[in-house]
Nanobody
Framework: QVQLVESGGGLVQAGGSLRLSCAAS????????MGWFRQAPGKEREFVAA????????GYADSVKGRFAIFRNNAKNTAYLQMNSLKPDDTAVYYC????????????????WGQGTQVTVSS
């Protein structure tokens, strides 16, 4: 099992940037495909981005393509989500996820979740 802790959320103005981090502990980090999801008030949790175990493959929701980038550092047991050109619609709690299944830019299937970090984008 893996434990996930997100950090880096906060309040930012529209057009600004934030970088979220997801620190993993427990089993070998490189054995998991990592992902990010978000949940806005009154809405269902939605997929944002995912990255394969060796970072060869990545995938993004259409709403964030070209603005967000997911990457990982297996030596530091950490995954990241770089968020640029933020919009008020990006306001949500962002969750890190880990998957036991390989990821190849298709659908991502999370098995473990972090506790979430709030991102608020003001207009």
């Amino acid at each position: 099992q893996v434990q996930l802790v997100e950090s880096g959320g906060g309040l930012v103005q529209a057009g600004g940037s934030l970088r979220l981090s997801c620190a993993a502990s427990g089993r070998t980090f490189s054995g998991y495909a990592m992902g990010w999801f978000r949940q806005a008030p009154g809405k269902e949790r939605e997929f944002v981005a995912a990255i394969s175990r060796t970072a060869v493959s990545t995938g993004y929701a259409d709403s964030v393509k070209g603005r967000f980038a997911i990457f990982r550092n297996n030596a530091k047991n950490t995954a990241y989500l770089q968020m640029n050109s933020l919009k008020p619609d990006d306001t949500a709690v962002y969750y890190c996820a880990a998957s036991n299944l390989p990821y190849n830019s298709g659908r991502y299937y999370p098995n473990y979740w972090g506790q979430g970090t709030q991102v608020t984008v003001s207009s």
